[in-house]
């Protein structure tokens, strides 16, 4: 079992390294595909060993729960999305070497995140996560991307210290306790004697610093720039997980605390934080001006609502903010790659210059209006179902007025997303033929967004998959 | 089906019938003389009828059935409003409620049928007629429909014959507030329903003024005359049933050749009395202009209205 | 080494880590900066030396050496080399003037020592004591990120920051355990690094390093 | 399983059959092969629906993979009533659609969006839970959507109004959720069931009711949530505006009765005055509104909401008497108001596929610019005669039937001692009164405008009657209009069943008998009687005729023998001319008047030209000036992120200070 643990970080690092030094065509071009393919085969190994029963652990470091396994899951569905749906067109120069080697380590990175044990190794790995993507940002060589390179590293890695500043008074808070530690689930299950007046300094320390990577109002700034600035594939995987396993780490941080706390401070820290998200998002997309950005925001809304899921907490909730995870991330890849090949094929992704893309190139325009229409949570997308047992969770556990502002942000959202869309997908075709696109292109985004929409129903696994990873965090509390 | 009310409703038809022409006629000659005219006799729309009859309907190019047809729905929604409403007696089918909104319903059916006549030859002025003729009607009905709803509380059903029945018995209640001022808004909705003065000017000759006329003005021969038989038959049942409502003494109760009798005598002379007054009161009024009739009839709603909030009152009082 | 001893080291160096962050924020100087820098490494890597050697925990003065190197001599070194590049001096006009970032300092050292305050009453003693010094950095770094144009000064805003994290760090527990200290101080060279990189770009993009210029993303 | 399941899984396969032939077959036969499977599965949805309203039980639950409480299609009566409503309707609309679509409205796409679309609207009564009622509810509202944007590449009053559309069904959705989530809280679960047992009176239960009514109000095109309506209904294709007024409106309908009589029965007195204020406005405004328009299809939306407004009114009635324990007139009226979801249905279908056969045959909508159509398109001339017969509820339809049931409730509901009803019910009968009459002008000017005198565009003079699939479904659709008009009493029966209404039933022929208020009327034998004062006035005619067989034709007498132009002749927006004057300070017309004087002198006048333009009040009122709000928030709110990385630091290190104080504190 522990070996397969190993697995998708040695094969990342590998790949990183081949890429790096032989530097071949085909590595270059690949590489980061089958990372990504790893890590979900892999992902869905653990899980299936984890719904057995078992619990691989490697070293004192890494330990795989139903969470982790979940996560690394989400991981590698959405890397693969991106990675795919982002090769060159067949023909095209492949990406060079430094960008293949650095989306591979940034896979690599986010997989050691979710599965560490130990929040020191978490915490590295998030920073890590911003190492890898931070040339990555600045790939396009160009004076905005240099300029959001920068603003996303600062912010970033600023924010990241915080973090670590809240781990540090963690541990402190252990040391005091006797048993200095900072295994998650030592401090979880060990029934450690923390002074709780530390451990509320540490706790908001810790969750303020990840939220900066997550992405949550009013430490959000960075996104915008970088998610607009990335290359699509990168964006992608960006929007679609790097946020989301920040959010993890927000709830492993927050499993620690509210046993000892009780669920006041994160509930207030978390509510305020999604709510604002929520409002900034909003309050930004009505009078968006680039597509990308706007996806960008639309981020920022969901990690709102994961946000209040967190807030909220209990089995359901929980199990809709992983869902939601999962499901954001296949849209949202999904979006940021089509966005990519509009940005190709029509030179810009400003709203206003794209129109008519349903008639001119309807094979942009179909998974675009797909992916959003999943992103909007309309049914059968398994994100209507998240966003409703939200709702439905946020009043059972009385933030029912947080649920009704959220509610009321959503629909400002909604309207502005709608009007946005339809700008650019409906209207008539104006002359500037779409040159046909190359067959199998689509397939990954077929891929994505079909399971998004079926992922909703399934009786399969996944219900059970998810009740648990909820269970590792509920249990905890 | 009990025959007592087919008979009935016979003997009120084939009556109506035969006083609809004459009463216009009455009221066409008390008008002539007391506006100093020697006027053209009681007889005269009978006559009228008979030539019409007798004369060759013409059809306006690019008409449609509607021409033809709409005359005969008048006439018969017309005759089926004289079965309904209680005129000559008060006993009803078992079925079929001599229902107010149901009455209020098939005379609308005629109003339409007139409206469409009066749209279908494409004639400006057909088009105006038929126009400021549903507007009234549309303005009409809440009047109407309110204020029959005032004087059907005392008895709790919206049934006519029931409603009159029940002033017969308690003749107190035709006196009271509540039923006068019911009466007078009701009045003027049939003043108005029936295209009369100060609403409608039934003997102008002035294209811009017409309502009634301006619709009929394409029809010819049998289609007029049914026009006219329908809408004189109209009047002759609402004046008939505000004089029931007014005076309900001798209507009849049960079907007897003696108490028939009577119940027609009484008919006649309410008819005589109400359309002579009509026609009176038309001499002294000169037509309000179009745009002035719907203040008139927010008044009598207004009437209506008060009506039934008054009648709750004396109720609880 | 007797605890009077230990006290006044530990008491010596987290003075001279306060002082050389304060003079951060009053001088406006980069090459000063540098220097400065250089001088909170040393100061910091005494701090852990004396933690060390008064635990007699062999491992922790080994990571004395390690932030010796580190926060002593690379990467004050890196960022001089880096500003040498951009070739700026000294801050021009920072957003907020000297007099007033002094008073916010006198502000934010206050709120470190009521933040810290749970910390002193769980343990007390002398490196606990000193804790709100190493929160102050924290604050104080933020500061200097904030209200700085230049790209240097963000950097050494930066370091400050993490200099206080550090000091945070070996003041409460003598340290993270090892593995987490060595990532932690390779991300925060490699991050050193990658904005050395960066700076160098904008210098040859923008000809100059000033962060006022870093405005055509906007909404 | 049981009857009811395989009637729930036939329309599932029906539907996926409807599908593949969607996505399979090839343009030619498309239409022809998914149209007849939708029309299979609006059948088994009639007919599931006709189970359950005759008490059979039957459950379908879907796999969901978050820990719900299940989710479960469970039809019970008032929803079987409901599943048969729509089950037709679609079923009709589908057989049309066959003859009617053309261009994009033929698409792969459009063709399974229809699908979806009436198995959804079939399902949403299904629905046993709150989860299973909204995810339907959303399939329905994307669906109808993707319908309505068939045309979007042509015209651009497509795109707005889906996404007027769009804005205002997700406003709809967001409302329910919450409400069925306040439901959920207190009743603890999703499933109707135990959201029933929430007791009416709490503060909970009041606010559900508020949000869940207006989420369904603003379904159902309740003003003032109806500015969706009067845009997507004309610009949808015909068939699918028939599905949307005659149908989808009604699930508003069916959401009112779900929570006022199902699960919160014996609420406080003022749910019911608030349903008759939002039904009367709505029937007022929209009958007004109707009436005065000159787009067939908008006038046939507003009509639409004047109707709906009816029946929140009728419903409003039979809780507030209800509420009061005065329990037949509340048995009538909530009879009353199925009668008129059944009267509607059938009558608005008919209409709205008249005029996308007059759409179809003459592309215009602009009643200004139609006329003559009785002679080039006779059955469509019947089946939208007959129609609007209905919608101005004059005997004998559908319509006739539903508002006389409603009239007699409010009349004998207000015999009772207590003030407030005796208030209420008079202002109530006026409304009805008011609405009824407009009603009527509003649809002679329709019928005649339309189909009588002479063609007033090129469109209308040359018009063609439409094919054999679209005669049929609008044949049958107008038989279904006398049919309900002549015999309601199964009818009534149903709707009792539905609703459970011990004191309605059938008598006579097919009669209908309000017991509880001891009224009845049997439409049959009016038309009997009808027919029997008919019998002389037509042997009369026919002596006649048989003296002088064939009418003379000759010009038209316009007040002395003209040709006339069809430029004379009265138009639709004149014909409401002097309606729209009375209610001037109501509607707030823009007229302009240009005068063009001759050339010699100002005294002679060139040519008159005369404007009507009319906006709705509401929309103009509360709907632009909130949005012109909200883009000036947004436009302010860019300032936020003006790209100076300073200032996003500064909001980090604020965020840092502010938790810092708020930890330590």
């Known amino acids: ?477 | 089906m009990n025959t007592r009310a087919l008979v009935l409703a016979a003997v009120q038809v084939i009556v109506m019938a035969v006083l609809s022409p004459l009463l216009v006629g009455l009221m066409r000659q008390v008008r002539a003389r007391m506006e100093g005219r020697a006027g053209a006799g009681v007889l005269q729309p009978a006559r009228d009828l008979r030539k019409l009859f007798a004369k060759e309907p013409l059809r306006a190019e690019g008409t449609s059935w509607v021409m033809s047809v709409g005359p005969v729905v008048l006439v018969a929604s017309s005759a089926l409003v004289c079965v309904l409403v209680p005129l000559v007696g008060t006993i009803t089918f078992p079925l079929v409620p001599d229902d107010l909104f149901v009455m209020v319903s098939v005379l609308l059916l005629g109003t339409v049928a007139l409206a469409l006549v009066g749209l279908d030859a494409g004639s400006a002025f057909g088009g105006m007629g038929s126009s400021r003729h549903m507007t009234i009607a549309a303005l009409v009905e809440p009047t109407v429909l309110v204020s029959v709803y005032a004087l059907s509380i005392p008895v709790g059903s919206s049934s006519l014959s029931a409603i009159v029945h029940g002033r017969l018995v308690h003749p107190s209640s035709v006196v009271a507030p509540v039923s006068l001022l019911a009466l007078v808004a009701l009045f003027v909705a049939v003043v108005a329903e029936t295209g009369r003065m100060p609403v409608d000017n039934p003997s102008t000759h002035l294209e811009l003024t017409m309502i009634h006329e301006a619709m009929v003005l394409e029809s010819s021969g049998r289609d007029l005359a049914w026009l006219e038989l329908g809408s004189w038959l109209r009047l002759g049942a609402l004046l008939g049933l505000v004089g029931s409502l007014l005076a309900p003494w001798g209507i009849a109760s049960s079907v007897t050749p003696l108490s028939l009798l009577i119940g027609v005598l009484a008919l006649v002379a309410k008819l005589v009395v109400l359309g002579s007054a009509l026609a009176a009161g038309e001499v002294f009024l000169a037509k309000l202009r179009l745009f002035r009739v719907p203040e008139l009839l927010a008044g009598s709603f207004v009437l209506a209205f008060l009506a039934v909030t008054a009648s709750y009152l004396v109720v609880q009082a | 080494m007797s605890a009077n001893l230990f006290d006044q080291l530990i008491g010596l160096s987290a003075g001279v880590l306060l002082l050389t962050s304060v003079l951060l924020v009053w001088k406006r100087s980069l090459v000063a900066a540098a220097r400065l820098l250089a001088a909170q490494g040393v100061a910091l890597a005494s701090l852990v030396a004396v933690i060390g050697v008064f635990d007699h925990d062999r491992q922790l003065v080994a990571v004395a050496g390690l932030v010796l190197v580190l926060k002593g001599l690379v990467l004050p070194w890196v960022l001089d080399r880096s500003r040498i590049r951009t070739g700026a001096v000294r801050e021009e006009t920072p957003l907020m003037n000297t007099t007033a970032a002094l008073l916010a300092l006198s502000l934010l050292t206050m709120l470190a020592y009521l933040v810290s305050q749970p910390l002193r009453v769980l343990a007390p003693g002398p490196t606990t004591a000193a804790v709100p010094v190493g929160i102050s950095l924290v604050l104080y770094g933020f500061l200097l990120l904030t209200t700085r144009r230049h790209a240097i000064s963000q950097l050494v805003g930066f370091l400050l920051l993490d200099n206080g994290i550090a000091a945070v760090a070996f003041l409460t527990s003598g340290g993270v355990p090892f593995v987490v200290e060595l990532g932690a101080s390779l991300d925060v060279l490699l991050v050193v690094l990658i904005l050395r990189v960066l700076t160098s770009r904008m210098t040859v993009k923008f000809g100059g390093a000033d962060l006022d210029d870093l405005t055509d993303l906007r909404d | 399983m049981t009857l009811v399941q395989a009637g729930l899984l036939a329309q599932v396969a029906a539907t996926c059959l409807a599908l593949a032939a969607a996505a399979v077959v090839g343009p030619r036969h498309r239409a022809r092969f998914a149209g007849a499977a939708i029309v299979a599965s609006g059948i088994a949805g009639a007919v599931t629906g006709a189970l359950a309203l005759a008490g059979g039980r039957g459950s379908v639950t879907l796999p969901v993979s978050l820990p719900f409480d299940p989710v479960v299609l469970a039809p019970d009566r008032l929803g079987g009533f409901f599943m048969i409503v729509a089950g037709a309707v679609g079923a009709v609309a589908a057989l049309y659609g066959i003859g009617y679509v053309q261009g994009a409205a033929a698409s792969r796409t459009s063709w399974s969006a229809m699908a979806i679309f009436v198995l959804a609207l079939q399902l949403v009564p299904a629905a046993d839970d709150a989860v299973s009622f909204l995810l339907l509810w959303e399939l329905m509202a994307v669906s109808s959507t993707v319908l309505l944007l068939a045309d979007h590449a042509r015209r651009a009053a497509v795109r707005s109004a889906a996404l007027w559309y769009a804005v205002m069904t997700h406003l709809s959705f967001l409302l329910l959720l919450l409400g069925f989530a306040v439901l959920a809280a207190a009743g603890g679960g999703t499933g109707f069931g135990s959201m029933a047992r929430v007791s009416s009176v709490s503060t909970a239960a009041s606010a559900a009711f508020v949000l869940l009514i207006l989420g369904f109000a603003s379904k159902a095109g309740i003003v003032p949530l109806h500015v969706w309506l009067p845009r997507a209904h004309p610009e949808a294709p015909s068939h699918v505006s028939a599905l949307m007024s005659a149908a989808m409106v009604k699930m508003g309908v069916y959401g009112a009765l779900l929570v006022s009589v199902r699960l919160m029965p014996g609420g406080p007195v003022w749910w019911g005055l608030l349903l008759i204020a939002l039904g009367g406005v709505s029937a007022v405004y929209g009958i007004l509104q109707a009436s005065v328009a000159t787009d067939l299809k908008r006038m046939l939306a507003y009509s639409t909401s004047e109707n709906v407004g009816l029946m929140f009114l009728a419903l409003g009635t039979g809780l507030l008497l209800r509420s009061y324990g005065i329990g037949g007139p509340a048995d009538a009226a909530i009879a009353a108001c199925l009668l008129l979801v059944a009267g509607h249905a059938a009558f608005k279908t008919t209409l709205f596929l008249g005029a996308g056969s007059i759409l179809h045959a003459t592309g215009e909508r602009d009643l200004d610019r139609l006329g003559g159509l009785t002679a080039r398109m006779p059955v469509t001339s019947m089946a939208f005669g007959i129609g609007a017969l209905g919608a101005a509820a004059l005997p004998v339809t559908s319509g006739f039937v539903a508002e006389w049931a409603l009239l007699q409730s409010l009349i004998h509901g207000a015999n009772t001692q207590n003030r407030l009803v005796s208030v209420v019910m008079p202002i109530a009968v006026t409304v009805v009164a008011l609405t009824a009459g407009l009603a009527l002008l509003a649809f002679v000017k329709a019928y005649g405008i339309a189909f009588l005198a002479r063609p007033r565009g090129e469109g209308a003079a040359t018009a063609h009657e439409s094919g054999r699939a679209m005669r049929v479904a609008m044949l049958t659709a107008a038989a279904s209009v006398i049919a309900l008009g002549l015999a309601p009493g199964p009818l009534l029966t149903a709707a009792g069943a539905a609703a459970g209404l011990p004191r309605v039933g059938p008598v006579g022929w097919w009669g209908i008998d309000l017991s509880g208020i001891g009224a009845l009327l049997d439409p049959l034998a009016l038309t009997t009687m009808a027919a029997a004062v008919l019998v002389p006035v037509l042997l009369v005619s026919v002596r006649l005729a048989r003296r002088l067989p064939r009418r003379r034709v000759a010009l038209p007498w316009g007040g002395g023998g003209v040709r006339l132009s069809p430029r004379m002749q009265y138009t639709a927006t004149s014909y409401a001319e002097p309606l729209s004057r009375v209610f001037d300070d109501a509607l707030r017309p823009e007229r302009d008047v240009l005068v063009t004087h001759s050339a010699e002198s100002r005294y002679l006048v060139e040519r008159v030209q005369f404007r009507q333009y009319l906006d709705d009040i509401v929309e103009t009122t509360v709907y632009r000036p909130g949005i012109a709000l909200m883009d000036r928030i947004g436009l302010a709110a860019r300032r936020l992120q003006n790209g100076s990385i300073h200032r996003y630091l500064g909001y980090s290190f604020f965020a840092l200070v502010a938790i810092l104080i708020v930890v330590s504190l």
Not at chain 1, 414 to 424: D, P, T, V
């Open chain 1, 1 to 477: 079992m522990g070996v397969l643990v190993l697995v998708p970080l040695t094969v990342c690092l590998a790949l990183a390294a081949l890429t790096a030094f032989l530097r071949t065509p085909a590595l270059c071009r690949f590489s980061g595909l089958v990372a990504a393919a790893t890590v979900l085969a892999s992902g869905v190994a653990l899980s299936a060993a984890v719904l057995a029963g078992s619990i691989p652990t490697a070293g004192s470091l890494l330990r795989v729960d139903a969470l982790s396994a979940f996560m690394l899951g989400v991981v590698g569905a959405v890397g693969l999305t991106a990675t795919w749906g982002g090769l060159p067109v067949a023909g095209a120069p492949a990406h060079d070497w430094m960008y293949s080697t650095l989306v591979t380590l940034f896979l690599g990175a986010m997989s050691l995140a979710v599965l560490a044990d130990n929040l020191g190794v978490l915490w590295i790995a998030v920073e890590a996560t911003t190492i890898a993507t931070a040339f990555l940002v600045g790939h396009n060589r160009t004076r905005r991307s240099l300029e959001a390179a920068w603003k996303y590293v600062v912010l970033g890695s600023v924010g990241v210290a915080i973090a670590f500043l809240g781990l540090v008074l963690l541990y402190a808070a252990t040391v005091a306790a006797g048993r200095p530690t900072l295994s998650w689930i030592a401090l979880t299950q060990g029934h450690l004697a923390l002074d709780p007046s530390l451990l509320k300094v540490a706790g908001a320390l810790a969750v303020l610093g990840f939220a900066t990577k997550a992405g949550l109002a009013p430490m959000h700034s960075w996104l915008p720039d970088a998610h607009s600035q990335a290359p699509a594939p990168v964006s992608g995987l960006m929007s679609g997980v790097l946020l989301s396993v920040a959010f993890y780490a927000i709830l492993r941080v927050q499993a620690v605390v509210d046993p000892v706390l009780g669920a006041g401070l994160m509930r207030g820290l978390l509510v305020a934080a999604g709510l604002l998200s929520l409002t900034v998002a909003a309050a930004l997309i009505i009078r968006q001006r680039d597509l990308k950005r706007m996806l960008a925001y639309s981020s920022i809304e969901h990690m709102g609502l994961l946000a209040l899921a967190a807030a909220i907490g209990g089995t359901l909730a929980i199990a809709a903010a992983l869902l939601h995870v999962l499901g954001h991330g296949l849209a949202k890849s999904s979006l940021f790659v089509v966005s990519g090949r509009i940005l190709a094929a029509e030179g810009t992704t400003q709203i206003a210059d794209l129109r008519g893309l349903l008639t001119r190139r309807p094979v942009m325009a179909v998974p675009y209006l797909v992916g959003m229409a999943a992103l909007l949570g309309l049914p059968p997308f398994s994100l209507f179902f998240s966003e409703v047992a939200i709702v439905v969770a946020g009043f059972q556990r009385g933030l029912g007025w947080a649920m009704a502002v959220a509610v009321g942000l959503v629909l400002v959202l909604f309207a502005g997303l709608a009007r946005h869309s339809a700008s650019i997908a409906l209207g008539p075709a104006s002359p500037g033929l779409a040159e046909p696109d190359p067959p199998g292109r689509s397939a990954p985004l077929v891929l994505a967004l079909g399971s998004l929409a079926v992922i909703g129903f399934t009786a399969g696994p996944l219900p059970l998959l998810l009740s648990q990873a909820a269970a590792v965090l509920v249990g905890a509390r």
